[in-house]
């Protein structure tokens, strides 16, 4: 039987995303490893579904791609224990937070926030949702990405600086986790731009894989 | 008969708020006017509603208050025209958009998004829904706070350096805009931080006050 959670793209309000939390993909952005969680938000609207197009957003002149694991909240809370966090997980996906660089690039320069670069529509191509039995141990699995039959990124999620429990702990204290929900857990190495009429295919370990068109918007 | 938009706490998915939005007030904290909309976005979760507290965040020691207007989105759309724009406005809200000061600039000096120093837990109080045809010009409408019976800001929303239809408008060309949906407008000049056992009294023209007490968390 469906559980409501599985439903999360209709019933979860706020994407949590955390940046950096891979060393090969810190450095091979030029950025300092971090000494904490580093969060930002995508809004809902960003959700997209396989059989709908990622679109370039407008005046954005380098769209990159992202591979990374979702974890879908099932159970809410407040200041969750390192202890307590794997009993808030309710599923996980795949997900590509899809990020308009230049529009990063601009606001990292300027001190500026990142919602425009992280949350415009179609920036959050989602796999259907995956029980939480189908991925016995999360802090072991391997995420690749491909751009049009190219292998770009194949990381594991064993190489995370930040593991999930401690995300999840973290994330709480600031940011109420209710059901739907979903945390991103950042992208390891290989990030790049891909333009109109590529395809971008995404899998994870041995459960899903997913495939989205880019086009102009 | 209340509206369905009127349950915008529940109903809504995001809030996407506008920096620097007045020009005394970019003046006050040394930034730029800026050319364009600065984005950013708080989630669902920070809402509070009167009878709550506004709580500060942990590692936070420099909460600011913002008071805002804020337009409850009544009609979905995404590329909205200005012409177009007041026929997508539901209601409003008088809004806070609280602050951690300290968090946000580190995350300025750093580059680092701004969305822990924008969206924790109680950093949206607002008022009641407020019917559409109660305000008859949200161009011209006095918004006012005080702390502990001290006025704080007063200003206008004629202030604004971009228009509610441009506001509209810009946003929707990169977020789709759904209904419940909050645009919180910018703050005028004047705000200023808030200590453990303040009370933020907060006032939209002659239509609504609010009161919140501020407390550690
Ligand atoms: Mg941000
Ligand atoms: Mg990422
Ligand atoms: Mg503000």
Redo the contacts with the bound molecule.
Sequence with gaps: MASKVSQFMQLGRKIVAVGRNYKAHAHELGNALPSKPML??KPTSSYIAEGEKIRIPEGCTSLHHEVELGIVIGKPGSRISEQDAASHIGGYILALDMTARDFQEEAKKKGH???LA??FDTSCPVSGFIDKDKISDPSKVRLWLKVNDSLKQDGNTGDMIFSIPHLISYISRYFRLEEGDVILTGTPEGVGPVGSGDVIEAGLSDVVTMKFQVEQS
């Design positions: 930002f938000l926030p990142w919602s992280k949350g």
